[in-house]
């Protein structure tokens, strides 16, 4: 898998959850570390989400970790808090966003 496939895959899960009860903006930078590296935000605001290959400069949360790491939180392999606690991911900022953000994924 490439970083754009991940991409597709975080999006994809996205436009299928309930955000309307989201309020103001979530944005949350993803920094892959390891074989394969890159970045890539993910944004929700007014009801839009957009998950884009850049840096977002004014983010809520960086978020790090390895893409397979990345990829067993989407598919519920592996919970965020103990990705967390065990050092499997790495987060900067405003972890509820995060966690905002992870519970989005579940549904």
């Known amino acids: 898998m490439d970083i754009d496939q991940l991409i597709g895959k975080f999006y994809n899960r996205l436009k ?3 955000i309307a009860g989201t309020e103001g903006k979530v944005a949350v930078q993803f920094n892959l570390t390891g074989k394969i590296t890159g970045v890539f ?3 929700i605001l007014n009801g839009n989400v957009s998950v884009m ?3 977002y400069i004014d983010h809520d949360a960086i978020v790090s970790g390895s893409m397979t790491n990345l990829e067993k939180m989407l598919t519920g392999k592996l919970v965020p808090q ?3 606690a065990e050092g499997k991911i790495k987060v900067e900022g405003n972890v509820d966003k995060v966690m905002l953000l992870a519970e989005l994924m579940k549904k």
Do not use: G, N
């Open 16 to 18: 299928k959850a309930d």
């Open 53 to 55: 290959p850049y840096e």
């Open 41 to 43: 935000y993910i944004e």
């Open 82 to 84: 103990v990705a967390i």
